[in-house]
């Protein structure tokens, strides 16, 4: 069974070169998770890098969409090894193509004096809330339901994550905050006149505040900041279930503003298991 462990393992093919796999049965999905290839970008980079670095911040272009039925060929270059930052650029490719452009920065673990303003909202412990499955293999617990609405998915603005199971390697761990940075929504749960709902990514970045267990409870939490044409753009957290500050995230997207068809909603709906 794979798991997401073993999904976030990227297979070196040649001198900073590496090859990625999909997600199960990716064939019924309708486009590449862009989490997955922040994750396995990451992972990449952080193979090239002295062990004692970890990332803290990580930005990414979604250039085109990716191909479900191949893998990531992820190739990475080396703009700096300094005294106390290294920082490295993945291109992953399909097909000769770019689809994403990841740059990702690393350094020894902080130690000193942290501050955390970041506003907070109260919210239900995870096991007070319903388990929803995932095909994106993190057990979930949404604090705004995922919904089928004005033939949109209205994605969750706010749930608790976990990953099965993973290694005691905080590489391992800093790829899985990257990859559920990606999921849920911040303009899923509004209503604004003449704003759509979240569509494909344009650009996300993630900093790595403090080290988290992927698999034990996290908390994302997102929440609309602006909009200008067809773009919006979001902010988020993830927390541990202490409330300790993991990650901070911002994303780009694009605003669907016309209703999909019926057919494209079924498949969705029937792929995240929402009614």
């Known amino acids: 069974m794979t798991t997401l ?30 989490g997955l290839v922040l994750g396995q970008a990451l992972r990449a980079a952080g193979s090239t890098v002295a062990p004692d670095r970890l990332p803290h911040s990580l930005h990414a272009y979604f250039l085109r969409p990716g191909l479900v039925d191949q893998p990531l060929e992820l190739e990475v270059e080396r703009p700096r090894d300094g005294k106390a930052f290294a920082a490295r650029h993945v291109r992953a490719v399909q097909d000769g193509k770019v689809v994403v452009s990841v740059d990702a920065s690393f350094c020894a673990p902080a ?46 603005d706010r749930c608790w994550l976990r990953a099965d199971a993973l290694p005691d390697d905080p590489l391992v761990h800093a790829c899985a905050v990257a990859y559920v940075s990606d999921l849920g929504g911040g303009f899923g749960q509004t209503d604004i006149d003449g704003v759509g709902v979240d569509g494909p990514s344009l650009g996300h970045t993630v900093w790595f505040q403090a080290p988290m267990r992927a698999d034990a409870w996290m908390l994302l939490d997102l929440w609309p900041l602006a909009v200008v044409g067809a773009r919006g753009t979001y902010q988020g957290t993830l927390r541990d279930e202490s409330g300790t500050l993991g990650a901070v995230m911002t994303q780009e997207v694009l605003l669907r503003d016309r209703a999909l068809p019926p057919d494209v909603i079924r498949r969705m709906a029937e792929y995240l298991g929402v009614d």
């Open 111 to 156: 130690t000193d004096v942290r501050y955390d303003a970041v506003p907070t909202r109260p919210v239900d412990a995870p096991d007070e809330l319903p388990g929803r499955s995932s095909p994106l293999l993190v057990e979930m617990r949404e604090v705004t339901p995922t919904r089928v609405g004005d033939r949109a998915i209205r994605h969750t």
């Open 5 to 34: 462990g073993s999904l976030l393992e990227v297979e070196q093919v040649g001198p900073d070169r590496f090859r990625s796999s999909q997600l199960p049965d990716a064939s019924s999905t309708l486009s590449l998770y862009g």
